[in-house]
């Protein structure tokens, strides 16, 4: 007998080699199936079909309904272009965030130097996101209101993005903006 597998695609699944039975006789055997790590192999059920024919015959035998079971998984990507950037007062910024996951993620986007010393306004703070999408946002950043401050002045900042539903799952990058007061 040989089986085949409907229902995922042919290269996540290794079958055995044909089986010899005698009439009345039953034997056990392996089927491995590797859904890739990627957002085209959607976390939930799929319904397969199991077919086993005879190596003489254009008909399968029997065919059983069998389900797989694709658990979910979470991974974050995110860029910010340009990384590095002059200008006077304010700079503007583009972030992109991916979900390289296999389901829908509902993210939060936020941005912060460590001395406090910039505002950020992010045009979509809140996304959500489906597998294998990717979301671009604007960013904007300014220095915060000092007096006194009118040399040039380099100021380093990360965007963070992160799950709502499951916090560690957040991806994190750093850019700079150097001010030049007018």
């Not at 006789?25 to 976390?43: D, F, G, K, Y």
């Not at 939930?44 to 199991?50: A, N």
């Not at 505002?119 to 904007?140: C, K, N």
């Amino acid at each position: 007998l040989s089986l085949a597998l409907t229902g995922v695609p042919a290269e996540w699944v290794v079958l055995p080699q044909p089986v010899y039975l005698m009439p009345g006789a039953q034997e056990e055997v392996v089927i491995t199936i590797r859904p890739p790590r990627t957002p085209s192999s959607l976390a939930g059920k799929r319904t397969m079909g199991l077919s086993a024919k005879r190596k003489d015959a254009d008909t399968a035998l029997t065919t059983q309904q069998v389900v797989l079971t694709i658990r979910e998984y979470a991974q974050l990507a995110l860029t910010i272009e340009p990384e590095r950037q002059r200008s006077d007062e304010s700079a503007e910024y583009l972030v992109r965030v991916s979900n390289e996951g296999n389901s829908i993620l509902d993210v939060k986007l936020s941005a912060q130097d460590e001395k406090n010393e910039c505002e950020f306004v992010i045009d979509t703070p809140d996304i959500s996101l489906s597998a294998g999408t990717t979301h671009t946002a604007q960013l904007g950043v300014r220095r915060r209101a000092t007096a006194g401050i009118d040399a040039e002045r380099t100021y380093a900042f990360s965007v963070d993005v992160q799950s709502i539903g499951s916090p560690d799952v957040r991806a994190t990058q750093r850019a700079e903006w150097t001010c030049n007061p007018p």
